[in-house]
Antibody
Framework: EVQLVESGGGLVQPGGSLRLSCAAS????????MSWVRQAPGKGLEWVSV???????YHADSVKGRFTISRHNTNNTLSLQMNSLRAEDTAVYYC?????????????WGTGTTVTVSS | DIQMTQSPSSLSASVGDRVTITCRAS??????LNWYQQKPGKAPKLLIY???SLQSGVPSRFSGSGSGTDFTLTISSLQPEDFATYYC??????????FGQGTRLEIK
């Protein structure tokens, strides 16, 4: 079964750091595009980061320079290193697999992990 | 960046109704448009990709159409499990990937 499970969320103070992980099963992370998407409380979906098969990474302007997406082939996981956290980063963070069939789309999503940035 | 605008923002309907949600892109995105359903406390679920292709396992009462800048998601006969929030997403000009603001479908 294709599945994604996030972990690593929690309460952190403004300016702090957190590392999210996303464990994949049923497919290989390194042979797929992978992405992080977040959802602030009561708000819509916001794309955060993507990593391509070749290793190129891109981040939303709102997190550029503070967040870093990476993958780990040995344990088939995706990570999101989040530094200099702000209150506005408070959200549920989802990892998702990105497939291509003429267009790119996110076909598998994790259950999400909650990040709360507060003093 | 390409902006995605959904209408309406919320909608009340009854079981059995035919419902249409619209998504408009700020510039042409060909057919690079996907639709997701999200229920409270759950992850989004892919319904439609490439504007009109039904994802495997999704009921045939869901359909999508459009190209260029204007797209629609139609539910032909609403079922109780369809009450949720729906998002469109463009992947034409990426990064960034952008989502619409969502349409909340409620029971009348």
């Amino acid at each position: 079964e294709v599945q994604l499970v996030e972990s690593g969320g929690g309460l952190v103070q403004p300016g702090g750091s957190l590392r999210l992980s996303c464990a994949a099963s049923g497919f290989v992370v390194s042979t797929n595009y992978m992405s992080w998407v977040r959802q602030a409380p009561g708000k819509g979906l916001e794309w955060v980061s993507v990593i391509y098969v070749g290793g190129s990474t891109y981040h939303a302007d709102s997190v550029k320079g503070r967040f870093t997406i990476s993958r780990h082939n040995t344990n088939n996981t995706l990570s999101l290193q989040m530094n200099s956290l702000r209150a506005e980063d408070t959200a549920v963070y989802y990892c998702a697999r990105v497939l291509y069939k003429g267009v790119y789309y996110m076909d598998v999503w994790g259950t999400g992990t909650t990040v709360t940035v507060s003093s | 960046d390409i902006q995605m605008t959904q209408s309406p923002s919320s909608l009340s309907a009854s079981v059995g109704d035919r419902v249409t949600i619209t998504c408009r892109a700020s510039q042409s995105i060909s057919s690079y448009l996907n639709w997701y359903q999200q229920k409270p406390g759950k992850a989004p679920k892919l319904l439609i990709y490439a504007a009109s292709s039904l994802q495997s396992g999704v009921p045939s009462r869901f359909s999508g159409s459009g190209s260029g800048t204007d797209f629609t998601l139609t539910i032909s006969s609403l079922q109780p499990e369809d009450f949720a929030t729906y998002y469109c997403q463009q992947t034409y000009s990426t990064p960034p990937i952008t989502f619409g603001q969502g349409t909340r479908l409620e029971i009348k």
